[in-house]
């Protein structure tokens, strides 16, 4: 890639093959839910590139610690996402039922955004968490060694992935078969299990892969 914009253009039309591909699976089943995780995954990385756009490659933060309640990534990219369907997981079942409801009303009202049901994580390495303790550098993409490989969304139990030996079991959520979804940078998608995933430290049967979270040049 010779540029952001190039990478932002490949990212949006991998998308749109997504949504045709997924006109094609019966809905409510697991092969659909799959895609359309994929599907929003995709979406999730053309909506926090837009953020990137307008902040000079910077990653919006994970977390940042603000009063009264805290700050996180969604916070700062909701306004570029044109539906807010696009942060619910539909294999999750924390998001059935703010998407029954928007179901229900499709016709009547807009989809809404619940952090609720909101079921995606974003990697922890990648941008400063707002902690004074720790550096303030903000994690920029034009920086990323190598986008096809660096995780950037995925399936969670909480708002963050965090790939060490001490926090990984709270976030990681294997809710494709015994697979989690994730996105990289780049914006095409995979679904991983400890088989093909490593973290930031080998534990139990997890390997070690660094690159994959945090890659920089």
């Known amino acids: 890639m010779n540029s952001w914009k190039e990478l932002s253009a490949v990212i949006f039309a991998a998308g749109l093959l997504v949504v045709l591909g997924t006109a094609q699976i019966r809905q409510g089943s697991d092969a659909w839910k799959d895609q359309v995780c994929k599907e929003n995954l995709k979406r999730l990385v053309q909506t926090a590139s837009l953020y990137q756009s307008d902040h000079g490659g910077a990653f919006q933060p994970v977390i940042v610690r603000t009063r009264p309640s805290w700050t996180y990534w969604y916070n700062y990219i909701l306004k570029y996402a044109k539906d807010p369907r696009i942060f619910y997981c539909p294999a999750n079942p924390k998001t059935e039922k703010i998407l029954k409801a928007d179901e229900g009303a499709a016709d009547l009202l807009p989809a809404v955004f619940d952090p609720l049901s909101q079921s995606y994580g974003m990697n922890f390495c990648l941008s400063s968490s707002g902690d004074p303790k720790e550096s303030d550098r903000a994690g920029n993409v034009r920086r990323i060694a190598d986008p096809a490989y660096t995780i950037y969304f995925g399936d969670s139990k909480t708002v963050s992935l965090r790939p060490t030996k001490w926090c990984w079991m709270e976030d990681y959520a294997p809710l494709h078969g015994d697979c989690a979804n994730f996105a990289f940078i780049d914006g095409h998608t995979e679904s991983m299990n400890?088989?093909?995933?490593?973290?930031?430290?080998?534990?139990?049967?997890?390997?070690?892969?660094?690159?994959?979270?945090?890659n920089w040049k």
């Open 194 to 214: 400890r088989k093909n995933l490593g973290l930031l430290h080998a534990f139990d049967d997890w390997n070690k892969d660094v690159k994959r979270w945090s």
